[in-house]
């Protein structure tokens, strides 16, 4: 079956910059695309891009262009995403999710990593 | 302020029906199929519904949904205690390129 197994949880202070893992099993790893979510304490799903794995090219919602970074390792079905110049409200959980083969809304999804952003 | 227009709270008996709407546009649910999530607090998100109307194997049958131009539709039946829970839609949107989310609806189960 599908799992996604993320890293584990950072701490972080304002400025700074960190990249978390997501390796996938159970499925051909790069026919997926594979979308980055986070989700800030008490609040609701947010959309940060989005990674074709067999090709390598990347799609960021507006707010995170410039700032985030998803590349992909082929030899160990595993995707990175860094995200520089941490600021406080960057303090929330990190969702990687299996998309589909083309763009629609994510499948399956790993188990989150809690990144926290503090002085 | 989120794309998908879900109600923030809904809630139900035990062994009652309830159902959760899910409002967008012709450029999101009126182009794509719809997911919906389960999420327990301190949990990630679980796949209850995808492609407006199937079901994950695992998920029980008590859970359906469904899709009528830009709406779609979260049902459960036969509500538990354990399906006090907070529940998503998502689908992709054409105009945006991008998945969009509901705001999220918070079950409670009285």
Partial sequence: ?119 | QSVLTQPPSASGTPGQRVTISCSGSRSNIGSNTVNWYQQVPGTAPKLLIYSNNQRPSGVPDRFSGSKSATSASLAISGLQSDDEADYYCATWDDSLNCPVFGGGTKLTVL
């Fill in chain 1, 1 to 119: 079956q599908v799992r996604l197994v993320q890293s584990g949880a950072e701490v972080k202070k304002p400025g700074a910059s960190v990249k978390v893992s997501c390796k996938a099993s159970g499925y051909s790893f790069g026919t997926y695309y594979m979308h980055w979510v986070r989700q800030a304490p008490g609040q609701g799903l947010e959309w940060m891009g989005i990674i074709n794995p067999s090709e390598g090219n990347t799609n960021f919602a507006q707010k995170f262009q410039g700032r985030v970074t998803l590349t992909r390792d082929m030899s160990t079905s595993t995707v990175y995403m860094e995200l520089r110049s941490l600021r406080s409200a960057d303090t929330a959980v990190y969702y990687c999710a299996r998309g589909g083969a083309s763009y629609q809304a994510p499948f399956q999804w790993g188990q989150g990593t809690l990144v926290t952003v503090s002085s």
